[in-house]
């Protein structure tokens, strides 16, 4: 079967090619700009089925083929959404969805003007990550490396070197999971991770994460057979340890710690960058580390450490 079909077929949803009928001239744009996202920029199969569905429900909206949509018309939409009781992150994805679809009909030939270069999405407010301090993250730690003293057990073993890698390198779980034995350098105490948009990059290990490590690899064994892929994770019956499985991990590990502490995979990730700016970090560094393509989505955390100052200020300063 040709790639691009293939292609396209994980990127429908179940029914979409028997479902209402769209207006004359979208499907084939639809499809030839799915597989220009997969092809070019190397989209995930889950991204390219959302970044469809969206333009599926846009091209139903306006009900007219794409050289005839009009800005006023996608603002309607737009308004729609609003009154649907759409998030902002939605409303943002679809308006960047949009966008990059009309700018692309345009390249091509497809469409003379662009209506969506003037649609803009409304401003999203961002949430303040929750952050647990330094010290509920060594007591997480702490209460992890006594269950694994305790129980002599692999599985208790593998859920500390999780938690310890989360932390030192603030991996997303994803790329935790499908982290590969030879992606883990000893020497070099690092690890390389193959991130967003199949872009890589390499991370440092603290001293106690590649203990941890080294601690689970000696058991490894024990739960592997002879289908065991060659990820550092696996699941108790040999497989490759699932994202689900890490999060399960995340939580009952940081719950240990006390009520309020528990967080999953990614607050792990929100408190290394943060406790990293609180060091002395510079941003771009942890820009880096995390993988990110822009600053400015490090730049969050900068404003969480100055609010941990504020608090600070206002609870010690006499003339606070």
Same mark, same amino acid.
């Given at each position: 079967?040709?790639?691009?079909?293939?292609?396209?077929?994980?990127?429908?949803?179940?029914?979409?090619?028997?479902?209402?009928?769209?207006?004359?001239?979208?499907?084939?744009?639809?499809?030839?700009?799915?597989?220009?996202?997969?092809?070019?920029?190397?989209?995930?199969?889950?991204?390219?089925?959302?970044?469809?569905?969206?333009?599926?429900?846009?091209?139903? /909206?306006?009900?007219?083929?794409?050289?005839?949509?009009?800005?006023?018309?996608?603002?309607?939409?737009?308004?729609?959404?609003?009154?649907?009781?759409?998030?902002?992150?939605?409303?943002?994805?679809? @308006?960047?969805?949009?966008?990059?679809? /009309?700018?692309?009909?345009?390249?091509?030939?497809?469409?003379?003007?662009?209506?969506?270069?003037?649609?803009?999405?409304?401003?999203?407010?961002?949430?303040?990550?929750?952050?647990?301090?330094?010290?509920?993250?060594?007591?997480?730690?702490?209460?992890?490396?006594?269950?694994?003293?305790?129980?002599?057990?692999?599985?208790?073993?593998?859920?500390?070197? @999780?938690?310890?890698?989360?932390?030192?390198?603030?991996?997303?779980?994803?790329?935790?999971?499908?982290?590969?034995?030879?992606?883990?350098?000893?020497?070099?105490?690092?690890?390389?991770?193959?991130?967003?948009?199949?872009?890589?990059?390499?991370?440092?290990?603290?001293?106690?994460?590649?203990?941890?490590?080294?601690?689970?690899?000696?058991?490894?064994?024990?739960?592997?057979?002879?289908?065991?892929?060659?990820?550092?994770?696996?699941?108790?019956?040999?497989?490759?340890?699932?994202?689900?499985?890490?999060?399960?991990?995340?939580?009952?590990?940081?719950?240990?710690?006390?009520?309020?502490?528990?967080?999953?995979?990614?607050?792990?990730?929100?408190?290394?960058?943060?406790?990293?700016?609180?060091?002395?970090?510079?941003?771009?560094?942890?820009?880096?580390?995390?993988?990110?393509?822009? @600053?400015?989505?490090?730049?969050?955390?900068?404003?969480?450490?100055?609010?941990?100052?504020?608090?600070? /200020?206002?609870?010690?300063?006499?003339?606070?």
């Amino acid at each position: 079967m040709p790639h691009r079909v293939l292609l396209l077929q994980r990127c429908r949803g179940p029914g979409e090619d028997g479902g209402m009928e769209l207006p004359p001239g979208w499907s084939v744009l639809l499809d030839e700009y799915v597989a220009h996202l997969g092809a070019e920029r190397g989209l995930s199969p889950h991204t390219l089925r959302a970044y469809a569905t969206d333009l599926r429900e846009l091209a139903l /909206f306006v009900d007219v083929e794409p050289a005839r949509v009009t800005l006023s018309r996608l603002r309607s939409w737009l308004g729609r959404m609003g009154d649907d009781g759409a998030a902002t992150s939605t409303v943002q994805r679809r @308006v960047a969805c949009t966008r990059g679809f /009309f700018a692309w009909a345009v390249r091509e030939g497809h469409v003379a003007a662009d209506p969506a270069a003037r649609l803009k999405a409304p401003k999203r407010q961002r949430r303040l990550p929750k952050v647990l301090p330094t010290g509920a993250v060594g007591e997480v730690l702490a209460a992890a490396e006594t269950r694994v003293a305790e129980a002599d057990d692999v599985i208790a073993a593998r859920d500390l070197a @999780v938690v310890e890698l989360l932390y030192s390198s603030g991996l997303r779980v994803s790329e935790l999971c499908s982290l590969l034995l030879r992606d883990v350098d000893r020497e070099r105490r690092s690890v390389s991770v193959l991130g967003k948009g199949g872009k890589a990059r390499t991370v440092p290990l603290g001293a106690p994460a590649l203990k941890a490590i080294d601690a689970w690899l000696s058991v490894r064994g024990q739960v592997a057979t002879a289908r065991s892929p060659d990820t550092v994770f696996l699941g108790a019956r040999g497989g490759a340890l699932d994202p689900r499985v890490a999060r399960r991990i995340v939580h009952e590990a940081t719950a240990a710690a006390g009520p309020g502490a528990e967080i999953g995979p990614h607050g792990l990730r929100h408190a290394m960058a943060t406790h990293l700016l609180e060091g002395g970090a510079d941003l771009r560094s942890v820009q880096e580390m995390l993988g990110h393509a822009s @600053v400015a989505t490090t730049q969050i955390y900068t404003h969480v450490t100055s609010e941990r100052l504020r608090e600070a /200020f206002k609870q010690a300063h006499p003339r606070a």
